[in-house]
T-cell receptor, first 110, second 116 residues
């Protein structure tokens, strides 16, 4: 079983739509959670950390559900520039390994 | 530019040759990570340094791979006797390691390796 699993998509949504991605993780001892964005042939860039209480940054909202072992990312009012692959990342503090999902591809259509 | 830098950006080599990549992290970051990424996959953890100490190595890292961070600043990743399966993007990331946001990693642009 993979440590982190994501639906690879692709998600094709019109501009202005709301889209949500989920990601599940297998280790209940995981400590830190992140969403990264990766554009084609570029390096991943940190989008946001995910806190236990949930957090929001502009049009982006991240949630953590420890009981069900998943994190989510909600993007409101999608822009063309949101088109990218979104990577879910989980850190098991004791091992300090970071596990990346395979990514979810998003295309925002005009 | 005060971000993470990697050199070279591209490397083409023949099977069996050795290659070495360099990573310069953000200067005040004490943690440094190496990852490998192939098409359609997320980055795969290879190894991790806290200052100059290599604290973690992936089980997937064969003995042909070695990494160093001799003075706790830049790091090198060497692949000996390269194989075609080593073709990938090699990414370096650094993080502060302490304080709020200590685990947040910032990536370099990567080194794309092609083994022919």
């Amino acid at each position: 079983r993979k440590e982190v699993e994501q639906d690879p998509g692709p998600f094709n949504v019109p501009e202005g739509a709301t889209v949500a991605f989920n990601c599940t993780y297998s280790n209940s001892a995981s400590q830190s959670f992140f969403w990264y964005r990766q554009d084609c042939r570029k390096e991943p860039k940190l989008l946001m950390s995910v806190y236990s209480s949930g957090n929001e940054d502009g049009r982006f909202t991240a949630q953590l559900n420890r009981a069900s072992q998943y994190i989510s990312l909600l993007i409101r009012d999608s822009k063309l520039s949101d088109s990218a692959t979104y990577l879910c990342v989980v850190n098991e503090y004791t091992g300090n390994q970071f596990y990346f999902g395979t990514g979810t591809s998003l295309t925002v259509i005009p | 530019d005060t971000g993470v830098s990697q050199d070279p950006r591209h490397k083409i080599t023949k099977r069996g040759q050795n290659v070495t990549f360099r990573c310069d992290p953000i200067s005040e970051h004490n943690r440094l990570y190496w990852y490998r990424q192939t098409l359609g996959q997320g980055p795969e953890f290879l190894t991790y340094f806290q200052n100059e100490a290599q604290l973690e190595k992936s089980r997937l890292l064969s003995d042909r791979f070695s990494a160093e961070r001799p003075k706790g600043s830049f790091s090198t990743l060497e692949i000996q006797r390269t194989e075609q399966g080593d073709s990938a993007m090699y990414l370096c990331a650094s993080s502060p390691g302490v304080g709020a946001g200590g685990a947040e990693q910032y990536f370099g642009p990567g080194t794309r390796l092609t083994v022919t």
